[in-house]
């Protein structure tokens, strides 16, 4: 699960380098794919493989080429079958100020800010700010919000000021109106809370994360001294500027450790033990709340001499979950889709797409594979539902509910690859969600695996009308067949 800054989609907009005027500043990006806000498949996909990459010298083109090969992926779904929209998700939903907050109650340096939910509140927090300057930030979940556009008329979801009282004028026309970007609905998002931080000035911008890489069998430290850009394009561009410390994870982050990456990082005299201080705290913070990944870009210096981490993005291991209790429970689902919630509760994850075949699946590989396969034999995926591994025959039955609950749903596609899942579990939960919902859509049943004969038994001996596949291929070309004599 992952967190980051939604504006991280170039420079973070309360970040502004020197040479940027004060007056009429806006955020350029996007510098990189979308945030946090990658689109939904992409993240369930993405989100891991980036986590995952190593992204040292030796290693840097692999990480760009995962990451390329990625976006291909997602851009010849959209560009070679326009009905298939994959849009922005991230499974732990936490606002920027909530990460922010968890990053300074690990003794992290970010922006002093305060949360308001009134243009009242938000004059009083630029008033004890105190600030030269002040950076006001519409949160949502979605990126883009620099050059959003609200229903109210405004325009910007990220403005910059001197003045509190223009803070107040703003936040009038922000909370409680709807906020429109490349990354909402149509409609846009309606905004509760608004972010009232002080704003800085960026003399130089680095890169810096941890990150558990497998192949060390432990955390890493990644970083570069060219910060504030796509760290993909540096790692394939300049590989010589990504550096990698491997951290033993019994023994800890060592002060010569944090000291050289510090170095590596370009800071120098008194910054540098400021950064290397940081990166420490970094690393505790790392530990404590059970992340794989803590990415900061930009790692930052100021012209008054700070190291402060700008803009961050966090992943978090789900199987921490029982013990980090706090933090989940931050999760953020008001901007979810109901249906998206309603998955949720019974342990599946749900994706909306607008075609007209759902698929059911378990592995979130195997949802990106089988969009594919649907869409290259000339059909339109309704939606991206992944069961998961430990399965019970109730979301079986829970998952057909939702998926024939969508009117736009012409077929269902079922492709289950039993590993861990008992696939004539799926089929008693096949053939009693067909009874109980009285199925009148087609539905092809492709399965493989763990106890499959039992399975097929079960099927053919139902009496219901499933087309059996055998295999992911003739799954495909029979879903499609279906829903063209329609």
């Known amino acids: 699960m992952s967190s980051r800054d939604p504006t991280a989609d ?7 380098p020197l040479s940027s005027p004060a007056a009429g500043w806006a955020p350029q990006g996007p510098a990189e794919l979308p945030p946090g806000e990658r689109g939904r498949a992409e993240t369930a996909v993405a989100g891991r493989a980036r986590g995952a990459v190593k992204m040292a010298a030796p290693l840097a083109g692999q990480a760009g080429a995962v990451l390329r090969d990625l976006a291909l992926r997602s851009a010849r779904l959209r560009g070679s079958f326009p009905a298939v929209q994959l849009t922005p998700r991230r499974w732990l939903n936490l606002q920027e100020y909530q990460s922010k907050k968890i990053m300074a109650d690990h003794g992290v340096t970010v922006q002093r800010f305060f949360v308001a939910d009134s243009a009242n509140d938000a004059l009083e927090a630029a008033q004890r700010l105190k600030a030269k300057e002040i950076v006001l930030k519409a949160q949502i979940l979605a990126g883009g919000r620099g050059k959003g556009i609200f229903n109210s008329g ?28 490349k990354q909402t609905p149509k409609d846009g998002v309606t905004v509760k809370k608004v972010m009232v931080a002080e704003a800085l000035n960026i003399s130089r911008e680095t890169y810096f994360a941890i990150l558990m890489d497998r192949a060390c069998n432990g955390p890493v430290m990644v970083g570069s001294p060219q910060g504030g850009v796509d760290i993909e ?37 008194p910054l540098q033990q400021k950064a290397a201080d940081q990166i420490k705290k970094l690393y505790n913070l790392f530990l404590k709340i059970d992340a794989t990944q803590v990415e900061v870009n930009p790692f930052g210096e100021t012209p008054e001499g700070q190291v402060v981490c ?36 019974h342990d599946l994850k749900y994706i909306g797409l607008d075609g007209n075949i759902a698929c059911f ?17 000339g059909g339109k995926p309704a939606n991206f539902l992944d069961l998961g591994g430990g399965v019970k025959e109730a979301q079986v039955y829970q998952a057909f509910k939702l998926l024939t609950a969508d009117p736009k749903v012409e077929a269902i596609l079922v492709n289950i690859f039993g590993g ?60 499609v067949a279906s829903v063209a004599k329609k």
């Open 361 to 377: 699946v378990n592995g979130a590989g195997l949802a990106m594979a089988t969009c594919d396969i649907i869409s290259l034999n």
């Open 10 to 16: 170039g420079p973070d907009p309360d970040a502004r």
């Open 420 to 479: 861990i899942v008992n696939c004539a579990i799926i089929a008693n939960g096949i053939t009693k969600a067909c009874r109980e919902l009285e199925l009148k859509v087609p539905l092809v049943v492709r399965l493989e695996g763990t106890n499959v004969h039992e399975a097929q038994r079960i099927l053919n001996e139902s009496g219901l009308p499933i087309t059996s596949a055998n295999d992911l291929e003739d799954a495909a070309q029979k879903a």
């Open 154 to 181: 405004l325009k910007g979801g990220v403005h910059l000021t001197k003045d509190p009282k223009t803070v107040e004028r703003l936040a009038k026309q922000m909370i409680g109106y709807n906020l429109s970007t």
């Open 310 to 345: 700008f803009d961050a993005k966090i992943n978090f291991d789900d199987n921490a979950e029982f013990r980090q209790k706090e933090i989940f429970a931050m999760d953020d689902k008001s901007e979810n889709e109901p249906i998206e919630n309603e998955a949720a509760k």
């Open 233 to 269: 394009e540096v790692a394939v561009t300049s590989p010589e500027l990504i550096f990698k410390e491997e951290i033993d994870i019994f023994e800890g982050i060592k002060d010569h450790q944090a000291l050289q990456m510090a170095k590596n990082l370009g800071f120098k005299g």
